[in-house]
């Protein structure tokens, strides 16, 4: 089955840590994004892709880092620098090149106390 | 940079049909406009998209008027699974990619 999976569905953190959590897809897509979703907030983004070696920041990144070495994956790292890092953070990816449908994953849950 | 205005909840009842309109400002001339539902705990799934006038598909039709500043997302005869969140979003591509903050519709029996 095509699709995107992240892991793990929940994680809990002690303050000060950094975490990383995985996105994986097998569509073929050249873009990736993260969003990150607060109650009553929305998707924000945080980071996307468009190509493999290549991202841009979004709308919120600070506290956030992200590489593409492979086109089908997208790791994004918490780091300790964000304030609120408690979250549902959501990868989605697209066919690009105008192909605007997003392809979301089923979200990773993060806690930190 | 670009912003989208939705309700943020709406009720309805079986076998209705629900309207949820979207504003979007800044909107470019070749931006497509993406309506998504997301059930709690899940990732937003893909409903319609439509660069202009009507798009029909088997779930959902989508409405935008020539100046393009809203649009309008119609569900025929709602079922009670039919209740989640719905965003819309635009532009698509790479650029700032902006959801709305999403209406959360109710539907009773």
């Known amino acids: 089955d095509g699709g995107i999976t992240q892991s793990p569905k929940y994680l809990f953190r002690k303050e000060g840590q950094n975490v990383t959590l995985s996105c994986e897809q097998n569509?073929?897509?050249?873009?990736m994004y993260w969003y990150r979703q607060d109650p009553g907030q929305g998707l924000r983004l945080i980071y996307y892709s468009q190509i493999v070696n290549d991202f841009q920041k979004g709308d919120i990144a600070e506290g956030y880092s992200v590489s593409r070495e492979k086109k089908e994956s997208f790791p994004l790292t918490v780091t300790s620098a964000q304030k609120n890092p408690t979250a549902f953070y959501l990868c989605?990816?697209?066919?690009?090149?105008?192909?605007?449908?997003?392809?979301f994953g089923p979200g990773t849950r993060l806690t930190v106390t | 940079l670009a912003k989208t205005t939705q309700p943020i909840s709406m009720d309805s009842y079986e076998g209705q049909e629900v309207n949820i309109t979207c504003s979007h400002n800044n909107i470019a001339t070749n931006d497509y406009i993406t309506w998504y539902q997301q059930f709690p705990s899940q990732g937003p799934r893909f409903i319609i998209q439509?660069?202009?006038t009507k798009v029909t598909n088997e779930v959902a039709s989508l409405f935008i008027p020539a100046d393009r500043k809203s649009s309008t997302l119609s569900l025929p005869r709602v079922s009670l699974s039919d209740t989640a969140v719905y965003y819309c979003?635009?532009?698509?591509?790479?650029?700032?990619?902006?959801f709305g903050k999403g209406t959360m519709l109710l539907v009773s029996p």
């Open positions: 439509g660069y202009k």
């Open positions: 989605a990816s697209s066919g690009g090149q105008g192909l605007v449908e997003q392809y």
């Open positions: 979003q635009y532009p698509g591509g790479y650029s700032t990619l902006t």
């Open positions: 569509l073929n897509h050249d873009a």
